[in-house]
């Protein structure tokens, strides 16, 4: 039986053809991960191979985010489902700044009930 916690892990594992549990393995650092399998993994989930090394060394000369902070542990589930990523995706690629304070507003009332 499948759990909320492994949908995230088993959509990644049909993508990449390997198994939700080899995904926890990668995930929690039991087994290694080689570059080309993280760069997939960077494709698949649409993100910067460099969002996998938060917190690690820069390369030199390449430019720092300012106060960039880790991201909550509820982001970064969020942003591990389809839904997630879609509506990231969808969110970002939206031109009027307007529209998008909108739709936060919208979703924040929506939380709020």
Do not use: W
């Amino acid at each position: 039986m499948r759990t909320r916690e492994t949908q995230p892990q088993t959509t990644l594992g049909d993508a990449t053809r390997l198994t939700f549990q080899q995904v926890q393995k990668y995930e929690k650092g039991t087994n290694r991960i080689s570059a080309s399998r993280l760069v997939q993994t960077a494709h698949i989930l649409q993100v910067p191979v460099t969002f996998f090394f938060e917190g690690g060394q820069s390369v030199p000369g390449a430019p720092q985010a300012k106060g960039a902070a880790p991201l909550p542990a509820y982001v970064s589930d969020f942003l591990a489902t389809k839904d997630g990523l879609a509506l990231i995706k969808a969110f970002t690629q939206m031109k009027d700044k307007k529209l998008r304070r909108c739709i936060v507003d919208l979703v924040e009332r929506i939380a709020d009930q």
